[in-house]
């Protein structure tokens, strides 16, 4: 028999975090792990829009602080800004980029490279010009 686990964000978590007139960012609202298929699905909330996000345990839980992942106690905290595999967390804007949600990615990516061209500007270096031509085509469409 398959380990299964769903949690959901705390329905005043949610009321306090949605505003519509404010929809930026991500949240995490509801998931699903299933320890034997090695995989955690989650219900994001992204620009005022749903998505369903899907990454491999194996990606998200590495390194050597994966010894304090619990599945079985999986939440969704933080005013569905984190998810939590007991003391093991991570942060819901990692998650839905790991799990390719194209709006995450173009913001994260778009805000990084940003920051990068601001501090390579400080030290007297550049973007590469692959890094110039992607900030670019970022800023172009959005």
Known sequence: MSEVYVAFVKQEEISHRYNPQNAHGCFAVGGLLDVEARRLDVML??????????VS????VGGPEKEKARFDQFAITHYGSTIA????????????YEAEIPEMVREIDLNYLRHLRTTRDASNQTLTPKEEEHLRTLEAKY
């Open 45 to 54: 909330v992204v620009h005022d829009q749903v998505k369903l996000g899907t």
């Open 57 to 60: 345990l194996d990606t998200i």
């Open 85 to 96: 595999l007991g003391d093991y967390e991570i942060c819901v804007d990692a998650f839905a």
